[in-house]
C-alpha cells in the first residue's frame, strides 16, 4: 500500500505563487502514473495534471495550463506542482494520486488508485 503525503498549501492573494508538494511512502514505479485534483466545497473533484514517473510527460487541464508546472523527483518519490498567477478561482482541497500501472499520462479520475489526504489553497481577490 502507498500512501500519499500532501504539503505546501496555504493562503495567497490573486496573483500569487504557491508550490505543493506530494510524498509517497516507497519509491514509485517507472510505469506509474501521479496526478494533481482539486475539489471546491459543493463542486465536483476536477483533475489538474499529471506525469508519467518514468517519462515524465505531463498533462494539464485547460484552466491551468500555462499557469501550472507538473514535476517529480524520481529519487525522492516527490511530486510538485507549481502554481502562478493563482485566482480565487483555483481556490479548492488539492489531492495528490497515484495510478499504480500506467502505460500512458491520463488526466481520468476513476483510473487513480491511490489518493492523499489533501492540502488547502485559498485565492483571496
Known amino acids: 500500500q502507498v500512501q500519499l503525503v500532501e504539503s505546501g498549501g496555504g493562503s495567497v492573494q490573486a496573483g500569487g505563487s504557491l508550490r505543493l508538494s506530494c510524498t509517497a511512502s516507497?519509491?514509485?514505479?517507472?510505469?506509474?502514473?501521479m496526478g494533481w485534483f482539486r475539489q471546491a466545497p459543493g463542486k465536483e473533484r476536477e483533475a489538474v495534471a499529471a506525469?508519467?514517473?518514468?517519462?515524465?510527460?505531463?498533462l494539464y487541464t485547460d484552466s491551468v495550463k500555462g499557469r501550472f508546472t507538473i514535476s517529480r523527483d524520481y529519487a525522492k518519490n516527490t511530486m510538485y506542482l507549481e502554481m502562478n498567477s493563482l485566482s480565487p478561482e483555483d481556490t479548492a482541497m488539492y489531492y495528490c494520486?497515484?495510478?499504480?500501472?500506467?502505460?500512458?499520462?491520463?488526466?481520468?479520475?476513476?483510473?487513480?488508485?491511490?489518493w492523499g489526504q489533501g492540502t488547502q489553497v485559498t485565492v483571496s481577490s
Open positions: 494520486a497515484l495510478k499504480s500501472v500506467c502505460w500512458r499520462t491520463v488526466l481520468g479520475l476513476d483510473e487513480y488508485n491511490y
Open positions: 516507497r519509491y514509485y514505479s517507472p510505469s506509474s502514473c
Open positions: 506525469i508519467h514517473i518514468g517519462s515524465g510527460s505531463t
